[in-house]
């Protein structure tokens, strides 16, 4: 089995690898073919690559191609983690979004529209090559905001491109430990938009065990979302807020938190990925080494502002463990190529799985996983102040989609003036003014 990544030389690739290199049952994926525009970034991964291999007997073989079609021809499975703009460009994103008061996140609020926005023109020329270089290939992507870039490639590919995402299993994962149930096993009752959930229900042998979390204020305080939210407002809600909903819930706070740090996340990822990357040039750094000090530093800083404006504290050991999007990816890779039926929470065509929503909709459920791909499960309704928020931000990410295709900035200063953590159609102007500036990826936006 081949397996094209574009964004191959992307810094968390190895987690990738690493998944690939403990799979030694048949139908693995024995060719991974990394593709990226960047040569530079394409050999530093490879580097660390080779480390992970060495000793390991039959390690997937690893071909790296700056050449888009090369990597597209005879895939199996394509997984899309680019980042147009790089670094540079989030940093800019955060900054541009603070300077008018507003939260400047990768996929949330203001910084997630200019990302979709310079991002969907990108994506969709993917899609269109994929289906008429691999129309057999199940795409698998990861590319931010990975709900919004997901729709928009599927209008393309249909059904054949899944959307997949850490913080679910990682909220799912955590909460199971707490109550002492087995993740491999219990059902999580999970539903809304990525970056935009919340877990509702964890079932073990046919019983819910949340409601016993949720009337322990011991327990709620005892892992990552528990600490971030308060358990006040978890019991509040009756159910476990996926860790971005911060952004929502505690917006002053967190924007307040972020203009007063001296480094927005971006920047500080922008330079500590600089110096990695600078670090691999030098034929004598121990790759692995360096690329594992540096990806415990990334994961022990992480939503490190939300944290501090929640009084949360450090992350535990428990939150910082491996098991995220490449564990997800490997899954669903299994249950499609050998027709292991499994169930995973991913980010799909709706098809009236939640019915506040269209059918064409991408959101994040429950799906059964075979090979014939992924299948949303029903899930119950949220409640309405749920579906209001998601009613809202899917409005946004249609803006943002119509945006791109034609080309019209009224579109898109609308996508910004409806978002719910953008409050003033004045600021959403100055934003798209400033944002068309920044970034050369924008200027198709003239109408």
């Known amino acids: 089995m081949r397996l094209t990544v574009l964004g191959g030389g992307g810094f968390r690739l190895p987690l990738v690898y690493g998944a690939l290199l403990s799979d030694r049952a048949e139908g693995r994926i024995t060719r991974l073919v990394l593709h990226d525009l960047d040569a530079g970034r394409l050999a530093a991964v490879s580097r660390v690559l080779a480390d992970q291999a060495a000793g390991v007997p039959d390690a997937p073989e690893v071909v790296v191609t700056t050449d888009l079609d090369e990597a597209l021809r005879g895939a199996d499975f394509v997984f899309s983690a680019i980042r147009v703009g790089g670094l540079e460009g989030r940093a800019a994103d955060e900054r541009i979004a603070l300077a008018e008061g507003v939260l400047g996140q990768e996929t949330v609020g203001a910084g997630g529209i200019a990302y979709g926005l310079r991002t969907v023109p990108v994506a969709v020329g993917i899609a269109r090559r ?11 992507n990861f590319t931010n905001p990975a709900g919004l870039v997901t729709e928009a490639m599927a209008r393309h590919l249909g059904d054949r491109v899944i959307g997949i995402c850490d913080s679910p299993v990682g909220l799912g994962r955590r909460v199971a430990r707490v109550l002492g149930a087995d993740p491999d096993t219990a059902w999580f009752d999970y539903a809304g938009l990525n970056h935009l959930g919340w877990l509702r229900g964890l079932r073990v ?17 005892s892992f990552e979302e528990g600490r971030l939210f308060g358990p ?48 691999m040039e030098r034929p004598g750094t121990p790759a692995l080494k360096t690329w594992d000090a540096t990806r415990a530093e990334r994961e022990a800083t992480y939503m490190a502002h939300n944290r501090e404006a929640a009084g949360a504290g450090g992350r535990d050991a428990a939150d910082l463990e491996s098991g995220g999007y490449e564990q997800v990816a490997l899954a669903l890779m299994r249950a499609i190529a050998r027709h292991r039926r499994t169930t995973l929470i991913l980010d799909v065509r709706n098809r009236g799985s939640l019915c506040a929503l269209d059918s064409d909709a991408v959101v994040e459920v429950p799906c059964l996983v075979d090979a014939n791909g992924a299948h949303p499960v029903p899930v119950s309704p949220l409640p309405d102040h749920a579906t209001a928020l998601v009613c809202a931000v ?8 119509a945006a791109a295709e034609s080309g019209s900035r009224a579109r ?14 004045t ?21």
């Open 130 to 140: 994929v289906a008429r270089l691999a129309p057999d290939a199940w795409v698998i």
């Open 205 to 221: 042998r046919g019983r819910d065990e949340l409601p016993r979390l949720l009337a322990d204020p011991e327990l709620l305080g």
């Open 412 to 425: 898109a200063v609308k996508a910004f003036a409806l978002h719910p953590l953008v409050d003033s159609v």
């Open 394 to 401: 899917k409005a946004v990410e249609r803006e943002v989609l």
């Open 232 to 279: 006040d407002w978890i019991r509040a809600l009756g159910a476990i807020p996926n860790e971005y909903l911060h952004y929502y819930y505690f917006n002053r706070e967190t924007v307040r938190a972020y203009r007063a740090a001296g480094q927005t996340r971006g920047a500080f990822l922008y330079e500590q990925q600089a110096r990695f990357y600078a670090a």
């Open 427 to 447: 600021v959403a102007r100055r934003l798209v003014d400033a944002y068309t500036a920044a970034h050369p990826g924008l200027a198709y936006l003239r109408t």
